[in-house]
């Protein structure tokens, strides 16, 4: 068994009580963004990638890595893989599933960072920093989830436009994105109006032949909360679906 | 809980917050084309906006797919339903979707719903200039089952241009001309100048003659009934159109005003036609059958020579006054009185009588001359 197969094996037999987990979620957190890019590097797994990450998502709630604390691990990792040239930005070569993980996982962990934090204001300027405001995404594996990190990041990105009619991912990092955005919009200010992308994703995704239950219920969510209703709150778990 | 909301803005009548909101509301629709309460919930939200293609133009790929072969009927339905809020033909101006939604609709049931949607979304493909071309003739027998259309309704008030009644007049159907005429003509809506020409030149030009009355009695009763609508006053009318004012009603009466006047001329026309051959006929006629001065003895069958409609029981009376065709009952009113001959005007064609003494048959001039009395 590789190492990456024996830390998944060892961490949901761990589960998140453990206070070892509690500890170390730096650790585990790039651990797993360490072994995701190891594993792309290896050409034979390359093709193999998907079940890979519906382990690691299936792990996410399990390990609690969407802890806003680890947003700036992840932000780091996702520097670390792509180049900035006069503002188009590029992964470094090998490095595509790394930041698309990356990207996933630091805009899970936004979603938990509060507004107004400290947390938030250091991950802006880190991210201002190297990614301009104009920064074109296009070709990137992540596309969809760095335009959402910018828009949430970068201020007066709001009407920024978000092309969703490529966007097709497995059922699994659809189900994970949908809950991801769904929270992202449930964070923001009252009364204040969901952004067109957000609604044309929503859209999008409902649009698709059989989503996943969940997709719907999180599509559903980000335009119940435009129309003004009173969404009740709902938690990630058991929202994931067999690949 | 989105439908709750959706009926709770419809109710409230608040439109400034469903127009704010027509990117949710519409991001709805891929979900509620599957549930019969969403959908009605929907609709309801959609309906009660004036603004043109309500819908968001991202959904506007959506509705092909729905209308394809394959999809269920239901879906299909839903499609066809959205259809007039969504302008789907601008994301796809091809033949094919336009032939897709012609198959969806004759494969779905009919209901005035349905009906109204669909007359709804050929009109205002009709009046696209880069897909009208692509309509298919047999689309147009939709206006045939002329369904009542909304108060506010895009494809009424765009098909009224020039452009379009051009393309109906050159079908050469008059059913369909007529039924048409009927759609668009309202008194929610102002007719654009060249359109109301176009129109005014139809009536004189296509709906002269004789055999026409039928089409011109139901174009006069629709025209009596939008003007007796603009004459009861703004109230009426402010309720779906809050802005018009004395100004706009005046206008819309003189258009109208304009079309009935056109109407009653070729009615006329028409009218003195018949009397002159009604006329001649007198001296032949009277002595045959005993005429009551106020009533007209329908003591004789009709027969089914074109366009004769009209069969009564043997023995009863017909008033004058209910005869078929307005502008020659009022033009014996006022200038014959009661004459036996309306008798024939109302059935225009051949008599047979029951207990005279033979058939009478008479031909007036568009059938060809000539009198035959038995």
Known sequence: MDPVSEMYLLLERIGRDSSAVQRSRVSIATFFLQATRIEILNESQQLDWQPDITRFLRLWDLIELANPMLAVTYLDAFLGYVNVDRGRVTERPGSEQGARVASLCLLRALAGVDSGSATLKDIRERYVAVIPSDANFEGLLCYHVINVIHVVLVSGQEKRTISWRDYGPHAQEHVFFANTLAQVIRKGKQGEKVPRWALRFATHSLSHNLPPTSVVTDGLTIIAIDLGCDVPHSGTSGRYVDP | ?374
Not at chain 2, 62 to 69: C, G
Not at chain 2, 193 to 199: C, I, R, T, V
Not at chain 2, 216 to 234: A, F, Q, T
């Open chain 2, 1 to 374: 809980m989105i439908s709750k909301k959706l009926e709770t803005l419809v109710e409230a009548a608040n439109m400034n917050q469903i127009h704010s909101k027509y990117k949710a509301i519409t991001a709805f629709f891929p979900y509620a084309v599957w549930q019969h309460g969403p959908l009605r919930a929907f609709l309801r939200a959609v309906r009660s906006s004036k603004q043109h293609g309500f819908m968001w133009n991202h959904i506007r790929p959506l509705i092909p797919m729905l209308l394809n072969e394959e999809s269920h009927l239901s879906l299909k339905q839903a499609a066809i339903l959205a259809s007039p809020h969504s302008q789907w033909w601008k994301a796809s101006t091809s033949e094919h979707s336009i032939q897709l939604f012609a198959a969806a609709a004759s494969a779905i049931p009919y209901t005035d719903e349905v009906g109204m949607s669909l007359v709804d979304t050929l009109l205002q493909v009709a009046s696209d200039d880069s897909v009208r071309s692509f309509i298919p003739v047999g689309m147009w027998s939709w206006l045939n089952k002329r369904p009542s259309l909304p108060p506010v309704c895009w494809g009424r008030r765009l098909a009224s241009s020039r452009d379009v009644f051009q393309i109906i007049r050159t079908l050469g159907d008059i059913e369909t001309l007529t039924s048409f005429l009927l759609l668009v003509w309202s008194e929610w809506d102002e007719l654009p100048f060249e359109g109301l020409e176009e129109m005014r030149a139809s009536i004189l030009e296509d709906l002269g003659g004789i055999e026409m009355w039928r089409h011109r009695e139901d174009l006069l009763r629709h025209l009596n009934h939008i003007l007796g609508r603009l004459d009861s006053g703004l109230e009426h009318l402010r309720q779906h159109d809050p802005d018009i004012d004395e100004g706009d009603i005046q206008r819309r009466k003189d258009q109208y005003g304009t079309l009935r006047g056109a109407l009653l001329e070729v009615d006329m026309e028409a009218a003195e036609m018949l009397l002159r051959e009604a006329l001649r006929l007198t001296i032949l006629f009277c002595p045959l059958i005993p005429i009551d001065r106020h009533k007209v003895p329908l003591d004789v069958y009709v027969c089914n020579s074109s366009p004769v409609s009209v069969a009564a029981c043997p023995g009863c009376l017909l008033p004058v006054d209910q005869l078929r065709y307005p502008s020659i009952r009022d033009s014996f009113h006022d200038r014959v009185t009661y004459h036996p001959l309306v008798s024939f005007i109302a059935g225009i064609a051949r008599f047979d009588l029951v207990h005279g003494v033979g058939v009478i048959t008479l031909h007036l001039p568009i059938y060809g001359p000539g009198i035959d009395v038995l």
